[in-house]
């Protein structure tokens, strides 16, 4: 072990078996920061973050293209309801709620292009019961049983999964790679280093205008900063409770084999 590697292994050993939850996430941001000064661990973490990239750019690469796709599919809909007078209340307000996504006045954690399937296939449900568009209803489902109308699937278009399959490739990265193990302490990171600035960044933001779909962002921001007197306070039963030992194993797994590495 160098010197490096001896001084980075004291400072870990200052805060990981620390069994006081304040006690640790703080020590744990201030063993990033020093790291982060260490310059051949800055490079190697810098090195192994842009492992995942390559999954993050496909992933956007085939939002694009299910996106497009569900435009082209809304449109066909949109004009098949208009030319042929389907007055439906349940109708109108899914393309409504198609419009909002689109506009981003809504978002979705799913990803944006299963939000537009969720707004899309209802219509659809609506027409099935309708014995004169079948024809143009039975374009966008698959069926169990044609004849009986048994729908297996709405709009199962391969662009959606193809993104979907990206998003879990990236869910698998995040649990099993080290770059996805550093992306998760890097999260740590910002919620204890600006937890609170960024909820109050957030509310700020939706509060000037409602409409601009940043309501998640409050929700989960707001969530996190349930969790911030856990990090920061000195005198509370919550402050007494035991750091989240997945990320504790986690940072340990990690730590370890990215010191014997350099």
């Given amino acids: 072990m160098n010197d490096k590697q001896m001084l980075l292994d004291r400072y870990y050993q200052t805060f990981i078996n620390l069994k006081r939850t304040r006690d640790f996430f703080i020590g744990l941001a201030d063993y990033i920061d020093y790291a982060d000064l260490v310059p051949d661990f800055d490079k190697l973490t ?3 973050s842009k492992q995942g990239q390559p999954l993050i750019d496909r992933a956007n690469e085939l939002e694009a293209k299910a996106i497009a796709r569900f435009d ?3 449109t066909d ?3 098949y309801v208009a030319t042929h007078h389907l ?16 506009q981003g006045k809504a978002t979705s954690s799913s990803g944006m292009p299963n939000a537009l399937h969720h707004c899309l296939y209802p219509i659809l449900e609506i027409m099935r019961d309708m014995t004169e568009h079948r024809d143009f209803f039975s374009k966008y489902v698959t069926y169990f049983d044609r004849d009986n109308m048994l729908v297996r699937s709405y709009l199962d278009l391969p662009e959606l999964n193809e993104y979907n399959e990206a998003r879990a490739a990236i869910r698998t990265g995040t649990t099993t790679t080290l770059w996805g193990e550093l992306n998760e302490i890097a999260q740590l990171y910002q919620i204890i280093k600006r937890g609170q600035e960024l909820w109050q960044k957030a509310k700020d933001t939706y509060n000037a205008d409602p409409s601009s779909g940043n309501y998640m962002n409050v929700f989960n921001f707001g969530l996190l900063s349930g969790e911030l007197p856990r990090m920061t306070m000195t005198r509370s039963w919550s402050a007494r409770r035991m750091p989240n030992t997945s990320s504790i194993w986690s940072w340990k797994s990690t730590r370890r084999q990215i ?4």
């Fill in 87 to 102: 007055d439906d209340e349940r109708i109108k307000k899914a393309f409504e709620e198609y419009d909002g996504f689109r």
């Fill in 72 to 74: 082209e599919v809304k």
């Fill in 77 to 79: 809909i949109e004009s």
């Fill in 259 to 262: 010191t014997n590495t350099t």
């Fill in 46 to 48: 810098t090195e192994l």
